[in-house]
Nanobody, 125 residues
Framework: EVQLVESGGGLVQAGGSLRLSCLHS????????IGWFHRAPGKERVGISC????????WYEDSVKGRFTISSDNTKNTVYLQMNDLRPEDTAVYYC??????????????????WGKGTPVTVSS
């Protein structure tokens, strides 16, 4: 059974940092891509970053480039999202997601096979 369990969300002031963790199990990371989406209040779920299990390549949505960093620790079956310089507009529920590796395929909700339950992040101004 595939499981994705997020942790690390919370309340932070603008300019602060948080690190989200996604503990994954039940699939082969080397054949997969894992990453993050967020859903702001009243908006659609949006892909913000992912990492390839096969070659470690990464992708970031434009609004988080230079502020967020995705990484993986294969010894712990965990993918991290380090979020720095947080802004009120980053307030959202953050979801870990995974799919088989699909090179060239956009990181969009319709391409995802597995979802975590989400962890909320609130950034106060």
């Amino acid at each position: 059974e595939v499981q994705l369990v997020e942790s690390g969300g919370g309340l932070v002031q603008a300019g602060g940092s948080l690190r989200l963790s996604c503990l994954h199990s039940g699939f082969t990371f080397n054949d997969s891509a894992i990453g993050w989406f967020h859903r702001a209040p009243g908006k659609e779920r949006v892909g913000i970053s992912c990492i390839s299990g096969s070659d470690g390549s990464t992708w970031y949505e434009d609004s988080v480039k230079g502020r967020f960093t995705i990484s993986s620790d294969n010894t712990k079956n965990t993918v991290y999202l380090q979020m720095n310089d947080l802004r009120p507009e980053d307030t959202a529920v953050y979801y870990c997601a995974a799919r088989p590796e699909k090179y060239g395929s956009p990181w969009t909700p319709i391409t995802i096979n597995y979802w975590g339950k989400g962890t909320p992040v609130t950034v106060s101004s």
